[in-house]
């Protein structure tokens, strides 16, 4: 589900929050794909023990990593997707970070946060709170859900 209320003409942020990584990710996808001006922007989650695999000599990619190779698989062109380093353990984590990550950046935007119905609301109070010294930008949630 696309909601209505994202002006598709007007040059948007979108923040792809961790969780159900393969909703989220093709609803990014879907609502890049009817704008022309757009930035995809993930942050790298905590993934506690990891040190522990890579010690052994594992690979495991950060679930970021996994949702921005999808969205290039999808035709996203890489110069449209930022994969932030930050170990974000919670969605509050996620919306400091990617605040203090645009901090410099902040211009007449708007802000899409991705996820799921169930979150949405949580979500949106979450990143209004933490951008709410950037008045240039207006969050809003999508909700993608497999029910949708």
């Given at each position: 589900m696309i909601?209505?209320?994202?002006?598709?003409?007007?040059?948007?942020?979108?923040?792809?929050?961790?969780?159900?990584?393969?909703?989220r990710t093709l609803g990014a996808y879907e609502l890049a794909s009817n704008m022309s001006d757009y930035h995809i922007y993930i942050v790298k989650s905590d993934m506690p023990g990891v040190e522990l695999l890579q010690s052994r000599g594992v690979v495991m990619p950060n679930y970021?990593?996994?949702?921005?190779?999808?969205?290039?698989?999808?035709?996203?062109?890489?110069?449209?997707?930022?994969?932030?380093?930050?170990?974000?353990?919670?969605?509050?984590?996620?919306?400091?970070?990617?605040?203090?990550?645009?901090?410099?950046?902040l211009t007449n935007r708007q802000l899409v946060v991705v996820t799921s119905k169930y979150h949405s609301r949580r979500a949106g109070w979450i990143f209004k709170s933490a951008f709410k010294d950037a008045r240039r930008y207006r969050a809003r949630c999508i909700r993608m859900d497999k029910d949708d």
């Open positions: 909601s209505d209320d994202i002006a598709k003409d007007r040059p948007t942020d979108m923040v792809l929050l961790m969780g159900s990584l393969p909703d970021a990593d996994l949702a921005a190779q999808a969205l290039l698989d999808l035709g996203i062109p890489q110069q449209n997707i930022t994969v932030i380093d930050g170990a974000a353990a919670s969605t509050r984590d996620e919306a400091l970070i990617l605040h203090q990550y645009l901090a410099d950046k």
